[in-house]
């Protein structure tokens, strides 16, 4: 079974004809052997066995969730960090002590 995953860019050259010079690639995965090929559509399209602008409708939604999952991961990281900088304030606030010590607190993981 084969699986779009979205496009790319980064490569330019069909896996299929060889064409090079195309905008950018749809990126694809077998799913039984854990392939990925880079087509053009027009190859996409005849080895997926569907229409141009089904393959290249159906690569934009992929690029999109692709896109979502990044943004969620930022989203995590964000918060990770604002956590970690709210433990070093607030050991920084206790220790009400030299930027040294709130160093160390900060870096023991804050006076919990
Ligand atoms: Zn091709």
């Known amino acids: 079974m084969l ?6 860019g980064d490569v330019t050259t069909c896996d299929c004809c060889l064409r090079a ?3 950018k690639t749809v ?3 077998n799913l039984d052997s854990c392939e ?4 053009g559509v027009d190859c ?23 896109e979502f999952a990044v943004f969620t ?10 956590r970690g900088t ?3 304030v607030e050991a920084a606030l206790k220790a009400e002590a030299s930027p040294a010590s709130w160093y160390v607190a900060a870096a023991q993981g804050g006076a919990a």
């Open 44 to 66: 996409a399209a005849k080895i997926l066995g569907r229409r141009g602008v089904a393959v290249a409708r159906a690569a934009r939604v992929a690029d999109g969730a692709r």
């Open 36 to 39: 990925v090929r880079l087509y």
């Open 86 to 88: 709210r433990a070093y």
């Open 3 to 8: 699986k779009i995953l979205g496009t790319t």
């Open 27 to 29: 990126v694809v995965r």
């Open 73 to 82: 991961r930022i989203g995590v990281e964000v918060r990770r960090f604002a």
């Open 21 to 23: 010079d195309l905008k």
